[in-house]
């Protein structure tokens, strides 16, 4: 059996995504620039696309920027209200310490350049509060940048609260929202948001194409120079196809938010429960405010690279956390900043469900994860150790 579950890496397509992509392949391959037949059709469908996505998040039209995927709108985001702030001699960002690299990276490149950088712990359940955003808030503050879903650990922020915090306080507030948009609900008014990055290929959409919205009157920077498209705010001829997908995909999951909601956290939380009762492990995130999707433990004396290459073996395609991160030894911020040591968020284990994911798909996996922790466990000198009493279990 082959189990996809590496949902918040990317998705499988939606049948309706990709039906409306095809036509401008070949029926509608105009440039939206130009001013005969051909391209003025494409530019309606491109209006129809940014009037369908502005719908799904409570925006207008012409808040709609599309961008090649969230992270180039975060890059943007971010930049612009660093840029504004400088022009007004404010430097100073704040934002959480585990936000997706598209956000850390380039606030990280900002601090180089002199801005002052205020990264909000997170705590055990990975979560800031407004309390906290209100208290670090200062007169030379730029921007807020607090992601609405972790991408890891699945945690929802209270990004309603910080929005009216921010508001309140005349700071821009940024929220990454890749992880959220298309799984919970998300409305840019009611949660008093000034910017916001997506991206479709997390909701059943293509990959290489998102959006930025941006709140009217919030001031914009380029970060790609060259023609007017996207009311000069984004050079580039649009990706139309892509765009398309991404509108199509993105009303899709709008339309079958709630149902999806509560069928997928139902499996969510039997798959939990199951991997709850393997010994010495803990579920990371917090168990309430939590992506409908995301399933995240870590498993103690385990190796969380060996646990992907061993389940990928029994057919269960997972993660250990950010793809991002997959690859390299360093083990995950998100899994540091809640407080684990080095050697526990090293055995990480991300299972992500989808819209497509069925109930017989969860039964395999809790069949196969414990059966492959026990094999890991077996092979481990750390464990060993631990069950002979040499060294303390930590979980
Ligand atoms: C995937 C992801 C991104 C990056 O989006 P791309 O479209 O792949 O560039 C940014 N932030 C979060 C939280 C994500 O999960």
Redesign the pocket.
């Known amino acids: 059996m082959q189990v996809y579950l590496d949902n918040?890496s990317t998705t499988k397509m939606s049948r309706a995504a990709i039906e409306a992509m095809l036509p401008f392949y070949d029926e509608i391959y105009g440039n939206p620039s130009s001013l005969h037949r051909m391209g003025q059709r494409a530019k309606e469908f491109l209006d129809k696309a940014r009037e369908t996505v502005a719908g799904c998040l409570g925006a207008s039209p012409g808040e709609i920027i599309f961008t090649s995927?969230?992270?180039e709108a975060?890059n943007q985001a971010i930049i612009s209200a660093a840029r504004y702030g400088a022009r007004k001699g404010k430097k100073h960002i704040i934002t959480t310490a585990f936000e997706?690299h598209?956000v850390l990276h380039t606030v990280g490149k900002l601090e180089k350049e002199g801005y002052d950088v205020t990264y909000l712990p997170v705590g055990k359940t990975g979560t800031v509060s407004a309390q906290q955003v209100s208290d670090a808030i200062r007169d030379d503050t730029c921007l807020v940048t607090v992601?609405t879903a972790n991408?890891e650990i699945g945690s929802v922020l209270p990004v309603k609260e910080i929005g009216a915090v921010c508001r309140e306080r005349h700071v821009p507030f940024h929220t990454?929202a890749?992880?959220a948009v298309g799984h919970i609900p998300v409305n840019v008014a009611e949660m008093n948001i000034d910017m916001l990055s997506l991206?479709a290929?997390?909701f059943h959409g293509p990959k290489g194409v998102?959006v930025l919205y941006a709140k009217k009157g919030v001031p914009l920077s380029n970060i790609i120079e060259g023609g007017a498209q996207e009311k000069g705010k984004r050079a580039g001829t649009e990706n139309l196809a892509g765009i398309a997908g991404l509108a199509a995909a993105l009303s899709e999951a709008c339309a079958g938010l709630a149902g999806n909601m509560e069928r997928i956290s139902r499996l969510r939380d039997k798959l939990i429960a199951g991997l709850g009762s393997i010994p010495h492990s803990v579920l990371n995130g917090d168990r309430v405010n939590r992506l409908p999707g995301n399933v995240h433990f870590c498993f103690e004396g385990i190796e969380g690279e060996s646990l992907l290459l061993l389940l990928d073996e029994y057919g269960v395609e997972a993660s250990s956390g950010s793809a991002c991160t997959s690859g390299s030894l360093d083990p995950s911020h998100v899994l540091l900043a809640i407080g684990h040591p080095h050697e526990i968020a090293h055995g990480s284990l991300r299972l992500t469900l989808s819209e497509y994911t069925t109930e017989e798909e969860i039964d395999y996996a809790l069949q196969a994860v414990p059966k492959v922790v026990e094999r890991l466990r077996g092979f481990s000198p750390v464990w060993r150790d631990k069950v002979n009493g040499i060294k303390p279990f930590i979980l």
Do not use: I
């Open positions: 918040a995927g969230g992270s975060d997706h598209a992601m991408n990454d890749v992880q991206s290929h997390k998102g």
